[in-house]
C-alpha cells in the first residue's frame, strides 16, 4: 500500500505515520510485544484494508487572512493554530466538500470567523458527522453567540449544495478553546441528530456524542471483544464508562442483564434513548462514578461474570482496579487506546489476582501512533 504523501505531514500533526502502511502496522506490532508480550502472546494487528478517508467525525476551524478571504483548515496538535486545508487523507471526503462549501456561504454572506485576536467573528469552527452506513450528514456549526446571521440562506444554500445534510445544528460555546463546545444548542434543520448501524444496532448520533470515529474498526473492535467475553444466556455484565451504551447494548444480545455506567449524564441519556430504539429490556443505565458503582455492588454482594472496561486515554485509576478486584467477576475485557497506561493497568489487575489470557491490536487510527487493543483477564481459580 501507498505511503501517507501528504504535504502537510509536518505541520499539521494530525498523522504521525508517513510510512508505507505496512510498514506502520510492523511498527505497531513491535511496540504491542513490546510493552504487553511480558503478560501473554500477542496476537496480530488487525489492519484496514482501505486506511484512508476513515474519519467520520471533521472538525475544520476558520480564519480571515489580510485579503479578507475566510480560510479553512485543521488545528495544528500542541500550538492550536490553523493550518490551511481542504483534502486530508483521513477524513471522509464528502464532509471535506461540506466544509468547502460552508466556507464558501460564509464568505458570500459575510459571516466571519472568530477572530481569538480581537474577540471579534462568529463561526469557531465546523463539525460534520457522517452516518456510515445511514449515509446521513450532521452539521454543527459552533459559534460565539446564538443570533445568527443571514440564518435561513445559510441552510438553504448548504442543503441545495449538499442534499446528503439530514441534520444542521447550532451549538453556542463562549470558551475560546479550539474545538470545544458549549451547552446551548439550536436545531437549524432536520431532527438534531443523524442514525447508524453498529454491530447490527441502531444509534442516535448527536453533535455532543461520543461516537468511535472510525466505523470499519470499530465494528471488528467490539466483535472481538463480545468473542473475547463469552458470554451465556446466565451472564449478568456490567459495562464500564459505557458512554451512549454501545458495548452494553450489542452484549444485551448474548446475556441475561447489563448494567451501564457512566459519569457524563448527557451520555446516559443518549444510551438510555439507543436501548428503547434498539428494544432492549435487559440493560439499565445508571449516572455514577464506575468505581463508586462497583464498590457499592461489591459490598451488597451483588454478582457479575463479566467486566467490559474502556476508560478514556489516562486510563483506569486505583480506585476502579480496587473496586473491580473487590466485585471479582469471572472475566475482564479491557478495551484501551493507550498501550502505555493499559501495560500500567494489566500489572496492577496481575497483583490483584487477574491473569491475561488473549491480547488483540486492532489499528483504529492508520497513520497515526495511536493502537487499540482489547485484551481478556479471567480471575485466577486461587
Known amino acids: 500500500m501507498r505511503e501517507n504523501s501528504c504535504r502537510l505531514f509536518k505541520r499539521c500533526g494530525g498523522c ?39 474519519r467520520n467525525k471533521v472538525q475544520h476551524g476558520f480564519y480571515t487572512n489580510p485579503k479578507r478571504q475566510i480560510i479553512s483548515g485543521i488545528y495544528q496538535s500542541g500550538s492550536g493554530k490553523i ?15 461540506i466544509i468547502a462549501t460552508i466556507k464558501k456561504i460564509m464568505q458570500s454572506l459575510k459571516v466571519f470567523p472568530y477572530n481569538p485576536n480581537t474577540g471579534k467573528g462568529f463561526v469557531r469552527h465546523v463539525m460534520v458527522r457522517k452516518g456510515f452506513h445511514s449515509g446521513e450528514y450532521l452539521v454543527c456549526i459552533v459559534t460565539t453567540r446564538s443570533e445568527f446571521p443571514s440564518r435561513k440562506k445559510f441552510v438553504s444554500q448548504l442543503l441545495k449544495a449538499h442534499p446528503c445534510v439530514t441534520t444542521v445544528v447550532q451549538n453556542v460555546c463562549d470558551n475560546p478553546m479550539p474545538l470545544t463546545m458549549g451547552e446551548q444548542e439550536f436545531i437549524m434543520h432536520g431532527k438534531g441528530y443523524i442514525e447508524d448501524k453498529l454491530c ?4 442516535k448520533i448527536s453533535a455532543k456524542s461520543f461516537y468511535q470515529v ?22 449478568t455484565v456490567l459495562d464500564c464508562y459505557c458512554g451512549t451504551g454501545t458495548i452494553g447494548i450489542i452484549a444485551s444480545d448474548y ?21 428503547l430504539e434498539n428494544k432492549c429490556d435487559n440493560i439499565t443505565f ?14 451488597s454482594g451483588k454478582k457479575v461474570n463479566v467486566v467490559f472496561t474502556d476508560p478514556p486515554r489516562i486510563g483506569s485509576d486505583k480506585k476502579f482496579l480496587e473496586s473491580l478486584a473487590a466485585l471479582a467477576p469471572e472475566r475482564v475485557v479491557y478495551i484501551s487506546c493507550n498501550i502505555e497506561t493499559l501495560r500500567r493497568d494489566l500489572v496492577q489487575l496481575s ?17 497515526t501512533r495511536h493502537i487499540e487493543c482489547v485484551v481478556l483477564m479471567s480471575r485466577d481459580k486461587t
Open 286 to 299: 445508571m449516572n455514577e462514578d464506575s468505581g463508586s458503582f462497583m464498590q457499592k455492588m461489591a459490598r
Open 214 to 235: 472510525n466505523p470499519v474498526q470499530t465494528e471488528i473492535l467490539y466483535r472481538t471483544a463480545m468473542e473475547f467475553a463469552q458470554l451465556s444466556k446466565d451472564d
Open 16 to 54: 504521525q505515520l508517513k510510512e508505507e502502511y505496512n510498514q506502520q502496522l510492523k511498527w505497531k506490532q513491535s511496540k504491542v510485544e513490546r510493552f504487553l508480550s511480558k503478560f501473554g502472546k500477542c496476537s496480530k494487528i488487525i489492519s484496514m484494508e482501505n486506511p484512508y478517508n476513515y
Open 255 to 275: 446475556c441475561k442483564e447489563v448494567m451501564g455506567v457512566e459519569l457524563n449524564s448527557t451520555a446516559v441519556a443518549d444510551a438510555q434513548k439507543n436501548a
Open 83 to 97: 493550518v490551511a486545508c481542504e483534502n486530508c487523507f483521513l477524513e471522509d471526503l464528502q464532509a471535506d466538500k
Open 351 to 367: 497483583k490483584m489476582g487477574y491473569s491475561v489470557k488473549k491480547i488483540q491490536p486492532v489499528d483504529m487510527f492508520p497513520h
Open 200 to 203: 447490527g444496532k441502531t444509534f
